[in-house]
């Protein structure tokens, strides 16, 4: 699959993407990438979080690829139930948080927590630090396989965000085109 086979929803943590973050120049880059603007980037809403994804996904005229981040990824695993296998090409995971270990930020709707460990209804990465203040690479990895997805290690790189230097992102670039060339779509 190419990227302008595709409509890239972009998934934002807690608190948005700023204009430096890896999603932000990947949206300004990628001509079929869009975000999904949530109406309270503070996280309080679950529900409202989820049913904007949804909607995103219901209103897609190609099929969706999901790059998610952080809660972004939290959002999207409880509105999997409720999408369409045949909407959704795959998803492209990038730092989950910890909801179970108290790791989320205070403004988070608590129901975010538990995460379903039942597997995606579509293919999916996880890209996870091992020095992730909002997640041990332990908690992504036990996350990543219960979901079916395929778990990459990004070493110590921090929340792989603009803080922590992942602005630009080059390998994370790299390995979302190779990841979006082995999904096959019928």
Do not use: Y
Not at 87 to 106: N, Q, R, T
Not at 110 to 117: F, V
Not at 159 to 180: C, N, Q, V, Y
């Amino acid at each position: 699959m190419k990227a302008a086979e595709a409509n890239l929803l972009i998934l934002p943590d807690c608190g948005n993407a700023d204009d430096d973050h890896w999603q932000s120049r990947w949206e300004r880059k990628l001509s079929t990438a869009r975000r999904v603007v949530q109406d309270d980037w503070n996280c309080r809403n679950k529900t409202a979080w989820v049913e904007r994804i949804v909607e995103a996904v219901e209103a897609a005229g190609k099929p969706v690829v999901f790059l998610a981040h952080g809660l972004g990824i939290a959002a999207m695993v409880h509105a999997a139930p409720r999408l369409s296998p045949e909407k959704v090409a795959a998803g492209f995971l990038v730092a989950p948080v910890d909801v179970e270990d108290g790791l989320m930020p205070e403004t988070a709707d608590p129901a975010l927590a538990p995460l379903s460990r039942d597997p995606l209804p579509f293919p999916s990465m996880l890209v996870a630090s091992r020095t992730d203040p909002a997640c041990s690479f332990e908690a992504a990895d036990e996350l990543g396989h219960a979901w079916g997805s395929f778990v990459i290690d990004a070493g110590d790189a921090g929340h792989l965000d603009s803080k922590s230097g992942h602005g630009p992102w080059p390998e994370g670039s790299l390995t979302f085109a190779r990841f979006l060339s082995s999904i096959r779509r019928a």
